[in-house]
């Protein structure tokens, strides 16, 4: 198993948005996949309101993000992939977005650009993004971002995530795009829950996989 290495990770998902333009053209038509699921789910469960200020963790090239500006009254993404929000920019232009910022951050430097607490944030989502970091910095992240949530909030996070021995899976890894544990470090949901449950979040659990699920918490 490889160490956890925000470097690594950021050029991983900058090359992967240099790609993605053919990606989605060979998935057009297709029927979702396990990520895709976990995506559209979790986002629903935010419940989104017009009221509703929304961060996005690990917003790649934006799309839950500008889904969310069409609802909510001021959201912000962040992600380690600088290509990624250049193209999360050219999105929210093309459809005339002014509710929308898009910038360089982390799960361990969420304010690197600016400050998150000025924002009111009630809602704060994190989609295939959290389980690239091992457990301890998930824990301290979990704390960091939980501070910026106004409540009562909700923070919702559709991942890779444990309910049973990975290795009894192996055979679905691919499917979920697990690389077994090569920039990869899902965490058990317990200790998922847990950590949630220590810091004031009410959570619920929507399994979709043996190796995939959406949480919902609310702090209140």
């Not at 970091?133 to 995530?161: A, C, H, Y």
């Not at 998922?192 to 959570?203: A, P």
Request: proline share 3%.
């Amino acid at each position: 198993m490889s160490k956890y290495n925000k470097k690594r990770i950021a050029r991983l998902f900058d090359n992967m948005a240099d790609t993605k333009g053919k990606a989605v053209e060979q998935i057009a038509g297709s029927s979702e996949s396990i990520p895709q699921i976990a995506g559209r789910l979790a986002f629903e469960q935010l419940k989104l309101t017009g009221e509703d200020v929304l961060l996005d963790v690990g917003t790649g090239t934006g799309d839950k993000a500008i889904a969310a500006a069409h609802i909510c009254r001021q959201v912000i993404g962040i992600d380690i992939s600088r290509k990624s929000l250049e193209q999360a920019r050219i999105k929210a232009e093309k459809e005339k977005l002014n509710n929308v910022i898009f910038a360089y951050g982390a799960f361990e430097e969420p304010c690197a650009e600016f400050n998150l607490a000025l924002y009111g944030i009630t809602k704060i989502l994190a989609v295939y993004s959290l389980h690239h970091l091992p457990d301890q910095l998930k824990k301290e992240s979990l704390i960091t971002l939980s501070n910026f949530l106004f409540r009562p909030g909700r923070m919702v996070i559709g991942d890779i995530m444990f309910f049973d021995e990975p290795n009894k899976h192996l055979e679905k890894f691919n499917e979920v795009y697990y690389d077994g544990g090569d920039t990869d470090f899902p965490s058990r949901v317990e200790y998922l829950t847990e950590c949630l449950k220590q810091i004031g979040g009410k959570t619920r659990i929507e399994q979709i996989h043996p190796l995939v699920g959406v949480i919902i918490s609310d702090f209140v």
